[in-house]
């Protein structure tokens, strides 16, 4: 919402500022936006009077100007094609700064001859117009004063209106709130009704029936007679100012009616008008060549004002263009409407038309204004294009929205937190519009028509204070308990725990988008399905993601692209598995590609595979609150891996029959669909089923049983098969005595020519935790045979020669 | 006898001091002290002696030893340390070598951003709360009093998920504000809850990304008022920001689920382009808010003249964008390494209000 300030002052007596009224306005609630002061920074810039032109000695294009400012007697030169004797203009003297240039101006000599100042042009003095020669003020322009006083120079105020105060969409609602709050007093209206000099030959016909309410009120005028030239300069001017295109003075006082009272109106020309007029339904298949150029094909969803003939406009948003009013027109029917809020915005969205009407409409017009709105567009009409005006025709009525808030002014200080006299109050409301009745803490308060957002008592706490002033409600610090409780859900706490935990392993934490291309998506869903969006962002952006892997590894591959090859990522967040509220599961995503490090003199650089994954898995399900020890490994697609790993470099870690992290190399299919290089090898946690610790009877840890005697470490290194797995060798070797075996550790894997073919050796360290004594020798002996009958039980291994 | 133990001592004495290296002093110590050493010998003479005589010579005898053994110990010691000398100056390293490459993980400032967040608003009793990203109609509009077909709903720029089998159509949640509602049906005032979140808008420019974080705050009782919203998140920007006066402004503004609606700035300078919080009497807008609108309590079966209290919500970009200096939105998403190690936080910076809350 734009406008000027001389605009404002048509409604507000007000000796305030700019800077005052944008202050005010702000603090009301109409944020300024902007304001284009075209009068700052011209303070020094002054009147003068030529007294004399002649000819420059030295060159043939400039002129040698006395010039006088009342005080003192000036000799400049100009170039101006213009500068002549008797001509009132805008001197600059040396010292001040030129807008055009941003330059301080000096006292110099042109040509061998001295100047003392500089005549001015529109453009030097960054004013929009003809810059062709300098500024011809009006004769009677006083010389020496500022030009800021003769100059029009209208400050322009942009506001940012909230979508509630369609009051504001006028100049005339703008003034009300400043004169509310103390800055001017608000100027009576002048919407006298213009008596009507003959019948409208022209009724008004409702044709919407049922749909009545769509648009309850039609009001119409025939005036006669007029002549529709161009506007008169301020009228343009202002029109010009906020932004509208001045077209023909019938035109141009609709367009002005929009913003002095955000009241939208629409003028036909009454010669191409065909019988009665008024609000319809569009029939199926209806066209309207609207204003803007463009052809509207309507649905019967949509008002249309109409003819007898046929469709005219499309009601409450955009005027058609043949019965539009041109320069030959010669008699206007004027039509001043109410539209239904929800049908203009649903109107307007289908057609896709944004227009000064339809923001009014939708938001809600003072449903009183269209009587007063049609007769001040009469006078407005009859002043500047002549003619007759018929007596009003009217189609349904306004409707009555007067309703009554109880309120008890208390609720100021409940709720607004701000103490505040009954009086201030009543008054405050009462200069806003309101009708105030009743006493105590029962008062009955009427909001006024334009005032459709006004529904509880709560809105009337708002009002008042938002008058009296939002930064005039104290700070008071919430009230809490003396020891704060903890913020955090256990569950969240692990969260938390988790994300600093994988930080600590030298991941990066990234945060991607919860979206997806679909193809990508469809490489990770496995038997989840397809959550696509309705109307995406972008068409790689279509879907919602069912893992955090392909986001992940497309940073990594977008890293590598940038020689950053190494990335070692993470990202805890949602995954979707439908498309209701609730399907969508936490999870924990680690991604590593390259190389574990840089090149380095220690030669601990190698590229990562799957048991980095794993590691990482493993941490986040420790930090998660796991059991690592319970714990199974299962390899590969057999083991239930999903198939973007790797099938023989993958595996799933289950509690019981629960896969709660699934890790491995990424399936080299997989990096090629996604186009990145590899190795990347990545693991997903699945925080959510982890069990969580039932709640503790207290804080105690169970007592620590720290033998006092020395543990004894035996090494076996057993022949296996090939495919028999490390885990299960050592869960073999960790059941063969649970009680002594405190420990075992895979210290060797070795595959060669010597143990034959399809075999290999892994070799243990088992540590023996004796409890009541000392192991003898033949304890001990014991414990071995233990380990190796339950190996070549479990794995078919026997003992290494 | 005294003049031959005399003798005796002269002579070892002289051979411990003349012996070059540890073997050879060992050669002295077994001459001296060992199984057949001389002193040893004269000791097993001991035996044969008449008692006064053994008495008085073996005292004599055991000086000597002693004599003979701290000598020996001293020249050891001697040699001990030499031979450390001499490893010591065998062994060196360059110790301006880069150690050994050990990654540094990092924290997203988002993640950084919200436990700051809970640790201030955790101190003021609010608990952490959170709710699904994929809304229905309800929690998201219609239940914040967003009116079918409003123009506001338009303003959220939602993306819809395909009309589902039930007929909703569901849609990405455009705040976190459905969680609200969620918390307000579910948990009896008095209620003070934050709730941080993923939130999705249609929208991809300098300024907006699709997705984004807020943290929406929500306190309901009989109690709360306007004074305490602006006390509240006057507390939380003070604390946040590091500046203990750090001045606020309230302005109105319109959000269809509060009523009176605010929204505040705080002060800054934008002075040669760059932006600093504090007073320096330039305005920043900072977070929305206002007192839960009646028609949201009544969605959520609380009596609006019973019941009442504050929402607030922020951009959780924007304030770590803000605080942290960040320049532009679009980079938290980016996942560069280069931007993650730079604007990253180190695994064990957690953020407390008692503790610290920046670095």
Same mark, same amino acid.
Not at chain 1, 542 to 560: E, F, H, K, T, Y
Not at chain 2, 263 to 273: T, W, Y
């Given at each position: 919402?734009?406008?000027?300030?001389?605009?404002?002052?048509?409604?507000?007596?007000?000796? $305030?500022?700019?800077?005052?009224?944008?202050?005010?306005?702000?603090?009301?609630?109409?944020?300024?936006?902007?304001?284009?002061?075209?009068?700052?920074?011209?303070?020094?810039?002054?009147?003068?009077?030529?007294?004399? $032109?002649?000819?420059?000695?030295?060159?043939?294009?400039?002129?040698?100007?006395?010039?006088? #400012?009342?005080?003192?007697?000036?000799?400049?030169?100009?170039?101006?094609?213009?500068?002549?004797?008797?001509?009132?203009?805008?001197?600059?003297?040396?010292?001040? #700064?030129?807008?055009?240039?941003?330059?301080?101006?000096?006292?110099?000599?042109?040509?061998?001859?001295?100047?003392?100042?500089?005549?001015?042009?529109?453009?030097?003095?960054?004013?929009?117009?003809?810059?062709?020669?300098?500024?011809?003020?009006?004769?009677?322009?006083?010389?020496?004063?500022?030009?800021?006083?003769?100059?029009?120079?209208?400050?322009?105020?942009?506001?940012?209106? #909230?979508?509630?105060? +369609?009051?504001?969409?006028?100049?005339?609602?703008?003034?009300?709130?400043?004169?509310?709050?103390?800055?001017?007093?608000?100027?009576?209206?002048?919407?006298?009704?213009?008596?009507?000099?003959?019948? &409208?030959?022209?009724?008004?016909?409702?044709?919407?029936?049922?749909?009545?309410?769509?648009?309850?009120?039609? +009001?119409?005028?025939?005036?006669?007679?007029?002549?529709?030239?161009?506007?008169?300069?301020?009228?343009?001017?202002?029109?010009?100012?906020?932004? *509208?295109?001045?077209?023909?003075?019938?035109?141009?006082?609709?367009?002005?009616?929009?913003?002095?009272?955000?009241?939208?109106?629409?003028?036909?020309?009454?010669?191409?008008?065909?019988?009665?007029?008024?609000?319809?339904?569009?029939?199926?298949?209806?066209?309207?060549?609207?204003?803007?150029?463009?052809?509207?094909? *309507?649905?019967?969803?949509?008002?249309?004002?109409?003819?007898?003939?046929?469709?005219?406009?499309?009601?409450?948003?955009?005027?058609?263009?043949?019965?539009?009013?041109?320069?030959?027109?010669?008699? +206007?029917?004027?039509?001043?409407?109410?539209?239904?809020?929800?049908?203009?915005?649903?109107?307007?969205?289908?057609?896709?038309?944004? &227009?000064?009407?339809?923001?009014?409409?939708?938001?809600?017009?003072?449903?009183?204004?269209?009587?007063?709105?049609?007769?001040?567009?009469?006078?407005?009409?009859?002043?500047?294009?002549?003619?007759?005006?018929?007596?009003?025709?009217?189609?349904?009525?306004?409707?009555? #929205?007067?309703?009554?808030?109880?309120?008890?002014?208390?609720?100021?200080?409940? *709720?607004?937190?701000?103490?505040?006299?009954?009086?201030?109050?009543?008054?405050?409301?009462?200069?806003?519009?309101?009708?105030?009745?009743?006493?105590?803490?029962?008062?009955?308060?009427?909001?006024?028509?334009?005032?459709?957002?006004?529904?509880?008592?709560?809105?009337?706490?708002?009002?008042?204070?938002?008058?009296?002033?939002?930064?005039?409600?104290?700070?008071?610090?919430?009230?809490?308990?003396?020891?704060?409780?903890?913020?955090?859900?256990?569950?969240?706490?692990?969260?938390?725990?988790?994300?600093?935990?994988?930080?600590?392993?030298?991941?990066?934490?990234?945060?991607?988008?919860?979206?997806?291309?679909?193809?990508?998506?469809?490489?990770?869903?496995?038997?989840?399905?397809?959550?696509?969006?309705?109307?995406?962002? &972008?068409?790689?952006?279509?879907?919602?993601?069912?893992?955090?892997?392909?986001?992940?590894?497309?940073?990594?591959?977008?890293?590598?692209?940038?020689?950053?090859?190494?990335?070692?990522?993470?990202?805890?967040?949602?995954?979707?598995?439908?498309?209701?509220?609730?399907?969508?599961?936490?999870?924990?995503?680690?991604?590593?590609?390259?190389?574990?490090?840089?090149?380095?003199?220690?030669?601990?650089?190698?590229?990562?595979?799957?048991?980095?994954?794993?590691?990482?898995?493993?941490?986040?399900?420790?930090?998660?609150?796991?059991?690592?020890?319970? *714990?199974?490994?299962?390899?590969?697609?057999?083991?239930?891996?999903?198939?973007?790993?790797?099938?023989?470099?993958?595996?799933?870690?289950?509690?019981?029959?629960?896969?709660?992290?699934?890790?491995?190399?990424?399936?080299?299919?997989?990096?090629?669909?996604?186009?990145?290089?590899?190795?990347?090898?990545?693991?997903?946690?699945?925080?959510?089923?982890?069990?969580?610790?039932?709640?503790? $009877?207290?804080? $105690?840890?169970?007592?620590?049983?720290?033998?006092?005697?020395?543990?004894?470490?035996?090494?076996?290194?057993?022949?296996?098969?090939?495919?028999?797995?490390?885990?299960?060798?050592?869960?073999?070797?960790?059941?063969?005595?649970?009680?002594?075996?405190?420990?075992?550790?895979?210290?060797?894997?070795?595959?060669?020519?010597?143990?034959?073919?399809?075999?290999?050796?892994?070799?243990?360290?088992?540590?023996?935790?004796?409890?009541?004594?000392?192991?003898?020798?033949?304890?001990?002996?014991?414990?071995?045979?233990?380990?190796?009958?339950?190996?070549?039980?479990?794995?078919?291994?026997?003992?290494?020669? | 006898?005294?003049?031959?133990?005399?003798?005796?001592?002269?002579?070892?004495?002289?051979?411990?001091?003349?012996?070059?290296?540890?073997?050879?002093?060992?050669?002295?110590?077994?001459?001296?002290?060992?199984?057949?050493?001389?002193?040893?010998?004269?000791?097993?003479?001991?035996?044969?002696?008449?008692?006064?005589?053994?008495?008085?010579?073996?005292?004599?005898?055991?000086?000597?030893?002693?004599?003979?053994?701290?000598?020996?110990?001293?020249?050891?010691?001697?040699?001990?340390?030499?031979?450390?000398?001499?490893?010591?100056?065998?062994?060196?390293?360059?110790? !301006?070598?880069?150690?050994?490459?050990?990654?540094?993980?990092?924290?997203?400032?988002?993640?950084?951003?919200?436990?700051?967040?809970?640790?201030?608003?955790?101190?003021?009793?609010?608990?952490?709360?959170?709710?699904?990203?994929?809304?229905?109609?309800?929690?998201?509009?219609?239940?914040?009093?967003?009116?079918?077909?409003?123009?506001?709903?338009?303003?959220?720029?939602?993306?819809?998920?395909?009309?589902?089998?039930?007929?909703?159509?569901?849609?990405?949640?455009?705040?976190?504000?459905?969680?609200?509602?969620?918390?307000?049906?579910?948990?009896?005032?008095?209620?003070?809850?934050?709730?941080?979140?993923?939130?999705?808008?249609?929208?991809?420019?300098?300024?907006? !990304?699709?997705?984004?974080?807020?943290?929406?705050?929500?306190?309901?009782?009989?109690?709360?008022?306007?004074?305490?919203?602006?006390?509240?998140?006057?507390?939380?920007?003070?604390?946040?920001?590091?500046?203990?006066?750090?001045?606020?402004?309230?302005?109105?503004?319109?959000?269809?689920?509060?009523?009176?609606?605010?929204?505040?700035?705080?002060?800054?300078?934008?002075?040669?382009?760059?932006?600093?919080?504090?007073?320096?009497?330039?305005?920043?807008?900072?977070?929305?808010?206002?007192?839960?609108?009646?028609?949201?309590?009544?969605?959520?079966?609380?009596?609006?003249?019973?019941?009442?209290?504050?929402?607030?919500?922020?951009?959780?970009?924007?304030?770590?964008?803000?605080?942290?200096?960040?320049?532009?939105?679009? !980079?938290?998403?980016?996942?560069?390494?280069?931007?993650?190690?730079?604007?990253?936080?180190?695994?064990?910076?957690?953020?407390?209000?008692?503790?610290?809350?920046?670095?």
């Amino acid at each position: 919402m734009k406008f000027t300030l001389s605009w404002l002052k048509d409604h507000l007596d007000t000796s $305030a500022t700019v800077d005052e009224i944008s202050a005010k306005l702000t603090a009301a609630g109409l944020e300024v936006e902007n304001v284009e002061n075209p009068g700052a920074g011209l303070e020094d810039f002054i009147v003068a009077h030529i007294a004399e $032109a002649k000819q420059h000695p030295n060159a043939d294009r400039l002129r040698l100007c006395t010039v006088e #400012t009342g005080t003192e007697t000036l000799q400049v030169v100009c170039g101006a094609p213009n500068a002549r004797a008797g001509l009132k203009v805008v001197l600059a003297r040396p010292g001040v #700064t030129i807008p055009a240039t941003g330059d301080v101006l000096k006292k110099g000599s042109i040509r061998g001859v001295e100047s003392q100042g500089m005549l001015c042009s529109l453009g030097e003095l960054k004013l929009p117009g003809n810059s062709d020669g300098i500024i011809e003020l009006p004769t009677d322009a006083p010389v020496g004063v500022p030009v800021t006083q003769v100059l029009a120079l209208d400050p322009v105020i942009e506001i940012n209106l #909230t979508p509630n105060r +369609v009051d504001a969409l006028g100049v005339r609602g703008i003034a009300r709130d400043l004169a509310a709050a103390g800055l001017g007093k608000l100027k009576p209206m002048k919407d006298a009704a213009v008596p009507g000099t003959f019948d &409208s030959p022209r009724k008004i016909k409702m044709r919407l029936s049922g749909d009545a309410k769509l648009c309850p009120q039609f +009001v119409g005028r025939a005036i006669r007679g007029v002549k529709n030239a161009e506007s008169p300069t301020w009228l343009k001017d202002r029109l010009t100012a906020v932004g *509208l295109r001045p077209v023909s003075a019938i035109v141009d006082i609709t367009q002005y009616l929009t913003i002095d009272l955000g009241r939208p109106l629409h003028a036909f020309d009454d010669a191409k008008l065909t019988g009665d007029v008024g609000p319809r339904l569009a029939v199926p298949g209806e066209t309207v060549a609207a204003l803007n150029g463009k052809t509207y094909a *309507l649905d019967p969803t949509m008002v249309v004002i109409a003819d007898d003939g046929a469709a005219l406009g499309i009601g409450g948003i955009m005027g058609g263009e043949p019965s539009s009013v041109t320069e030959g027109t010669a008699s +206007v029917f004027l039509e001043s409407a109410l539209f239904a809020p929800l049908t203009i915005a649903a109107t307007g969205r289908k057609l896709m038309i944004n &227009s000064d009407a339809r923001y009014a409409f939708e938001r809600g017009v003072d449903p009183q204004s269209a009587v007063p709105g049609a007769e001040i567009a009469t006078r407005m009409i009859l002043e500047l294009c002549g003619g007759e005006a018929s007596h009003l025709v009217f189609g349904g009525e306004a409707p009555d #929205t007067t309703r009554t808030i109880a309120f008890n002014p208390a609720r100021v200080k409940s *709720l607004g937190g701000v103490a505040l006299p009954a009086g201030d109050i009543k008054s405050i409301l009462e200069r806003l519009g309101f009708a105030v009745a009743g006493s105590g803490d029962a008062w009955q308060v009427t909001p006024p028509s334009w005032r459709a957002d006004v529904e509880g008592w709560q809105d009337l706490v708002e009002e008042v204070l938002r008058i009296h002033g939002y930064d005039n409600i104290p700070p008071v610090p919430l009230p809490r308990a003396p020891m704060p409780k903890v913020a955090l859900s256990p569950q969240q706490r692990m969260l938390a725990f988790t994300r600093r935990s994988l930080a600590m392993r030298g991941l990066n934490e990234t945060t991607t988008w919860s979206f997806l291309p679909g193809k990508q998506a469809d490489l990770f869903r496995g038997d989840l399905p397809q959550v696509s969006l309705a109307n995406p962002i &972008s068409a790689d952006l279509d879907v919602l993601r069912p893992s955090l892997i392909p986001n992940l590894a497309a940073a990594a591959g977008r890293n590598a692209a940038r020689g950053m090859a190494d990335c070692a990522l993470f990202e805890m967040g949602p995954r979707f598995e439908g498309t209701k509220p609730g399907q969508q599961v936490m999870i924990a995503a680690t991604l590593r590609s390259g190389s574990t490090s840089a090149r380095h003199w220690a030669g601990t650089r190698r590229l990562v595979d799957a048991l980095d994954a794993k590691a990482d898995a493993l941490a986040a399900l420790e930090a998660a609150g796991a059991a690592i020890s319970g *714990l199974q490994a299962a390899a590969g697609p057999a083991g239930g891996t999903p198939g973007w790993y790797h099938p023989g470099r993958s595996g799933v870690l289950k509690l019981g029959n629960q896969v709660l992290a699934a890790f491995g190399e990424l399936h080299p299919g997989v990096l090629t669909a996604l186009d990145v290089k590899g190795p990347m090898v990545a693991c997903e946690v699945f925080l959510e089923r982890i069990p969580q610790p039932k709640k503790k $009877a207290g804080t $105690a840890r169970p007592l620590l049983k720290a033998s006092p005697f020395q543990p004894v470490e035996r090494d076996f290194a057993f022949v296996v098969d090939s495919g028999v797995t490390a885990e299960s060798l050592l869960r073999a070797v960790r059941g063969a005595e649970r009680d002594l075996i405190s420990d075992v550790g895979l210290f060797d894997v070795y595959e060669g020519p010597h143990l034959g073919e399809g075999k290999k050796s892994l070799a243990v360290a088992v540590t023996l935790q004796p409890k009541d004594a000392t192991l003898t020798d033949e304890q001990i002996e014991g414990v071995s045979k233990k380990i190796v009958a339950a190996v070549e039980k479990a794995c078919g291994g026997r003992l290494r020669a | 006898m005294t003049d031959n133990i005399d003798q005796l001592r002269a002579e070892l004495l002289a051979a411990v001091t003349g012996a070059s290296d540890a073997p050879a002093l060992e050669e002295v110590r077994v001459t001296a002290l060992g199984k057949k050493g001389r002193i040893t010998g004269l000791m097993k003479d001991l035996g044969a002696m008449a008692p006064e005589q053994r008495k008085a010579f073996g005292q004599q005898l055991n000086v000597l030893k002693d004599e003979i053994a701290a000598a020996l110990d001293v020249r050891k010691r001697h040699f001990d340390s030499a031979a450390l000398d001499a490893r010591l100056a065998s062994e060196s390293m360059d110790v !301006t070598l880069p150690v050994r490459p050990e990654a540094r993980g990092t924290l997203h400032p988002i993640s950084q951003t919200m436990d700051e967040v809970a640790a201030i608003f955790g101190q003021m009793g609010f608990e952490v709360a959170d709710g699904p990203d994929i809304e229905d109609d309800f929690h998201n509009f219609t239940a914040l009093n967003f009116p079918p077909g409003h123009p506001a709903r338009e303003m959220h720029d939602t993306f819809f998920l395909p009309q589902a089998e039930d007929g909703q159509r569901y849609l990405l949640r455009t705040h976190t504000s459905p969680v609200q509602i969620r918390t307000m049906m579910t948990q009896k005032p008095p209620i003070r809850v934050i709730i941080p979140g993923r939130t999705y808008r249609c929208d991809y420019d300098m300024t907006h !990304t699709p997705m984004f974080h807020q943290v929406e705050l929500l306190v309901i009782d009989t109690e709360t008022n306007m004074s305490h919203l602006r006390g509240c998140l006057q507390e939380f920007v003070r604390t946040y920001f590091g500046v203990d006066d750090l001045t606020t402004r309230f302005r109105p503004s319109f959000f269809p689920f509060t009523e009176p609606s605010a929204e505040m700035d705080i002060g800054c300078s934008r002075k040669n382009g760059e932006l600093k919080i504090g007073n320096y009497g330039d305005w920043l807008e900072i977070l929305g808010c206002g007192m839960v609108h009646p028609n949201v309590l009544k969605a959520c079966g609380l009596d609006p003249e019973v019941y009442q209290g504050f929402a607030a919500g922020m951009g959780i970009e924007r304030i770590a964008m803000l605080k942290y200096g960040i320049p532009d939105l679009r !980079t938290f998403f980016e996942s560069d390494l280069r931007w993650l190690r730079h604007y990253g936080f180190a695994a064990l910076d957690i953020p407390s209000v008692t503790g610290g809350l920046t670095r």
